[in-house]
């Protein structure tokens, strides 16, 4: 019933930028906490930032002063604007979100809501 939906990856040359959009959709109550992962090839998914509603963002070493996550709390939307993009950001960037939502008139919650990731390539 609540889905994530990322935009915004592609191509890019080492030090250029993107930003990722993710929008959340459904009976959405709140929604606690969204981030951004990513998984490249051969590795395990990793934090890359992440926000508890408008509390100070979390990030990763290397996402730390290259990377900047907003929210849209109006819009439920999560940014991420990347920075000096590096071919090591080359991954699947997934967004992830803790929901609570109208599940079929109780209150639910999901913890760990997924989109479908969108992929991100940096040539050196």
């Known amino acids: 019933q609540v889905q994530l939906v990322e935009s915004g990856g592609g191509l890019v040359q080492a030090g250029g930028s993107l930003r990722l959009s993710c929008v959340a959709s459904g009976p959405i109550f709140r929604i606690h906490e969204m981030g951004w992962y990513r998984q490249a090839p051969g590795k395990e998914r990793e934090l890359v930032a992440s926000?508890?509603?408008?509390?100070?963002?979390k990030y990763s070493d290397a996402a730390k002063g290259r990377f900047t996550i907003s929210r849209d709390t109006a819009k439920n939307a999560v940014y991420l604007q990347m920075d000096s993009l590096k071919p090591e950001d080359t991954a699947a960037y997934y967004c992830?979100?803790?929901?609570?939502?109208?599940?079929?008139?109780?209150?639910?919650?999901?913890?760990?809501?997924w989109g479908q990731g969108t992929q991100v390539a940096v040539s050196s």
């Open positions: 926000q508890i509603l408008d509390l100070e963002p």
């Open positions: 992830n979100a803790d929901v609570s939502y109208n599940g079929g008139g109780k209150y639910s919650r999901q913890y760990d809501l």
